[in-house]
């Protein structure tokens, strides 16, 4: 059954997010956004072969203990290791906290700290940008 296999922004499925291992899934919306900001400024689709991590794949996987797959902030991304670089420059111009090469891998990591968690998403193919966040007072 693929319950996860919507579109959640004008690229990407929220299945292409979830656990390789179990399936779950938990997507911060500051990270979505910046991805489809940079999957139009990079011109080309952006194959993610890692997005949401539970603990157990992510010490399977050797990831950093507090790592930001295990809340959804973090992306690994295919790029091929002669334009990382280039790419690297995109994601940072984008906004992205975290971009670190992996070479021969052919694959970056990017990252947001999701400092904002109330961002709001206007969901319509037209105008997809981050929303002015609620003052800190407002009630939703
Ligand atoms: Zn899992
Ligand atoms: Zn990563």
Known sequence: MKVNNLFVSPHFRLA?????????????????????????????????????????????????EASLHLRGQAADIV?????????????????????????????VHLGIFGNDERVILPVSQHKWEMAEPLHAGARV
Do not use: M
Not at 25 to 36: D, G, I, S, W
Not at 82 to 105: L, S, W
């Open 16 to 64: 292409e997010f979830q656990c390789r291992c179990c399936g779950c899934v938990q997507l911060h919306p500051e990270l979505l956004v910046k991805l489809e900001k940079l999957r139009d400024a990079w011109g080309s689709p952006l194959l993610v072969t890692s997005g949401f991590r539970c603990e157990k794949h992510n010490k399977k996987v050797n990831g950093a």
């Open 79 to 107: 790029v091929l290791e002669d334009v990382q670089e280039e790419f690297i420059e995109a994601a940072e111009k984008t906004g992205f906290n975290q971009a670190i090469p992996y070479g021969k891998r052919n694959f």
